[in-house]
């Protein structure tokens, strides 16, 4: 939970899109994992050669990826780091990295745990 009580993924977003298949989602989630665990890298890769344009790039395509797992507050960091992209800001973008991985992390544990709750 954030702390405003929202859940950190929103089941009922993939609900929406794909139906109520707890089989269904585990999948999708999974993947979202995977590819959410890579993007980070990329951004931080980018982070590291300071290429402003390049993490707002990667965090436009990140934004797209979260929302459509129901993971607002992330897909609200990664927004943010894309706009911080397009101005160029590398100082911004660099902490919303650190914004991004905190944002993260609690979406990693909630879907860790519905992939092991819905695989018995």
Do not use: W
Request: proline share 2%; charged share 25%.
């Amino acid at each position: 939970m954030t702390t405003d009580e929202t859940p950190v993924v929103q089941i009922s977003k993939l609900t929406e899109m794909v139906g109520d298949d707890p089989a269904v989602h585990a999948r999708l989630l999974a993947k979202f994992l995977v590819s959410a665990r890579r993007n980070l890298e990329d951004i931080a890769a980018a982070r590291e050669r300071g290429v402003a344009a390049e993490m707002g790039a990667l965090g436009h395509k990140f934004k797209s990826a979260a929302r459509s797992m129901g993971a607002e507050a992330l897909a609200q960091a990664c927004e943010a780091l894309e706009h911080q992209g397009k101005a160029g800001d590398v100082a911004a973008c660099t902490q919303q990295v650190e914004v991004l991985g905190a944002r993260f992390a609690p979406v990693a544990v909630f879907i860790e745990a519905y992939l092991a709750d819905n695989s018995k």
